[in-house]
């Protein structure tokens, strides 16, 4: 804010013809700050003004609400000797109402600022305290910010305070007021800049510079810049927001269904309204239920953020926004129906889906066709999918069976790691190593310890939760029980070797064992989820012993030569 020149700092030209004129044009508008040093005191804050109180508000420059007003309370008037009280939603400024509020608690809370709730849930936003943001919501699941703090300003995207203006039909006033000082002798200040009175359309300002006479500044001169500029709604019709937002045709991109003679990969339109189905609709376009090849990495970003959304078996979904059926038990690819890209998934989300399509090879998992053709319910059979299936399944019957859980659920800061647990998706050692570190703290680190040693006694001080684990089973032997505890000693040893500290010789011996380096990284881990599938298959013995495996009594996925019990 500070110009160069000592004169026109004081003078607060720099602020007088550009900055509070265009204080309402900028992509973001500042709603609130304050600034103090030994140069200049000032800030900047807002109302609402209502159309018919426009004239009376642009009468003086001086601000018609203060830091700290607007809140609710009550007024009393006496009529008659009676006492009448009203109540006053906004403090009684008639015309006027607060956007944002400045909260003191009366030095009993830290003081903070507040964006008015009717702003925040006419835009579905929600306030970050941590971020000092205000995020708005899209029904597709995306998110903008549309508010926030920057060092001491509170700032408003221009868009939605338009949109909320056009709502409301009401008028957005920025109050500013800069008081400066400089050692300028009071002479040097030009006549004519002394006293300037300026109303303009909608701007309103007094600017005043004078003789400094007064203590603690130590200068010679000071001026004071005090005044509001408004902000007009655009017509209702023009707010954007439901019902007035304009209708704009839905884009449905085009996939790639099939190959034609010549190689080249042949499109067409998701949009459902144009597909063919079993009634008699459009006979002549791709039916609605062709299958649609993606890369697995598709499923990427979903993973990324488990908070909003969510990568189950067949199905994935945005929290309660939208959800797309897939077929994911795919080994190569993730496969979707044509008609259902165009049917559940968001208009951006397409666009992203499309970046992924691939030519069709191969066919749909053998599980989905169960599903979706015969109508028949199907375990899943991608080893991620069936573990999650099985993990679950299993911990309700021990429960059920012992009265305590084997493994104990994860704290809500580790849960994603069962929520994100997957086949990686690139040959990728930082993917493998993640997926390790997760399978980990699902099957080892949340070994129940203490019900284990309330039912088989205390082993040696030194004694782990696989040694408990093992001290246990001597009692209850399960098939191939050596074995399985190999497999967590060994899947442990990888996790503290290759993923908890830094990789070496010892991280080597242990990725032998797993044929790490010898095949695609996605396979190994394919191996590791078949051997925990077959160790709960074995645990499950102990809670219904004539209950058929769901592998078919398949022999264990040996990935790596057992090193016998370690």
Request: charged letters at 25%; one cysteine or more.
């Amino acid at each position: 804010m500070k110009d160069s020149d000592p004169l026109d700092f004081l003078l607060q030209r720099h602020l007088r013809n550009t900055v509070v004129r265009s204080l309402t044009r900028q992509p973001w508008v500042v709603v609130f700050d304050t600034f103090s040093d030994e140069s200049q005191d000032g800030g900047f804050y807002c109302a609402l003004i209502a159309g018919d109180a426009v004239g009376r508000v642009l009468e003086e420059p001086s601000w018609n609400l203060h830091v700290g007003d607007g809140l609710p309370g009550c007024s009393v008037q006496y009529c008659e000797g009676e006492e009448l009280a009203e109540y006053h939603r906004f403090g009684g400024r008639e015309g006027l109402e607060p956007l944002i509020f400045w909260r003191t608690y009366h030095g009993l809370r830290d003081p903070h600022l507040e964006i008015g709730e009717e702003f925040r849930h006419y835009h579905n936003a929600f306030w970050d305290h941590g971020a000092q943001t205000l995020t708005k919501l899209h029904l597709d699941g995306s998110e903008e910010v549309i508010g926030r703090v920057r060092s001491s300003k509170l700032e408003i995207r221009l868009l939605e305070l338009r949109q909320f203006l056009a709502i409301k039909q009401m008028y957005l006033a920025v109050f500013f007021d800069v008081v400066r000082y400089a050692d300028v002798d009071p002479e040097a200040i030009p006549t004519d800049e002394r006293e300037i009175d300026v109303k303009e359309d909608l701007l309103r300002f007094r600017f005043h510079a004078s003789p400094c006479d007064f203590a603690p500044r130590k200068s010679r001169a000071f001026s004071r810049l005090l005044g509001k500029t408004l902000l007009p709604p655009a017509p209702v019709a023009e707010s954007g927001m439901w019902p007035f937002d304009e209708a704009k045709a839905e884009t449905f991109p085009d996939f790639i269904i099939r190959t034609a003679e010549d190689g080249s990969p042949q499109t067409y339109s998701c949009d459902p309204r144009g597909l063919a189905n079993y009634f008699g609709a459009n006979p002549h376009a791709p039916h609605y239920l062709t299958p649609v090849f993606f890369r697995r990495e598709v499923l990427a970003r979903y993973y990324a953020n488990p908070k909003k959304y969510s990568v189950e078996d067949g199905h994935l979904s945005c929290a309660g926004l939208w959800g797309l059926r897939l077929d994911n038990n795919a080994s190569d690819y993730v496969v979707v129906f044509l008609g259902d890209l165009g049917e559940y998934l968001p208009e951006k989300e397409r666009l992203y889906w499309r970046t992924f399509n691939v030519v069709p090879d191969g066919r749909m998992s053998a599980v989905n066709f169960r599903r979706s053709f015969l109508g028949q319910f199907a375990d899943p059979e991608s080893p991620d999918l069936l573990f999650k299936y099985l993990f679950r399944r299993f911990g309700e019957r021990w429960a059920e069976k012992f009265g305590w859980d084997l493994f104990r659920a994860l704290e809500e800061a580790d849960a994603h790691h069962f929520r994100t647990l997957r086949v990686p998706l690139t040959d990728d050692q930082a993917e493998l190593d993640a997926q390790v570190l997760s399978l980990t703290k699902i099957l080892i680190d949340s070994l129940n310890e203490a019900q284990l040693v309330a039912a088989c006694g205390l082993g040696g001080a030194d004694e782990k939760g696989i040694s408990k684990l093992a001290r246990f089973l001597e009692q209850r032997p399960i098939p191939q029980q050596a074995d399985h505890i190999a497999f967590l000693r060994d899947l442990q040893e990888l996790r503290s070797s290759g993923v908890a500290h830094r990789k070496g010789s010892k991280y080597d011996r242990v990725s032998a064992r797993f044929r790490i380096g010898q095949q695609p990284l996605p396979d190994v881990f394919r191996t590791i989820l078949g051997q925990a599938i077959a160790c709960l298959e074995a645990l499950t013995t102990l809670v219904e012993e004539d209950m058929p495996g769901v592998m078919g009594g398949a022999p264990i996925p040996q990935a790596h030569e057992t090193s016998g019990e370690r």
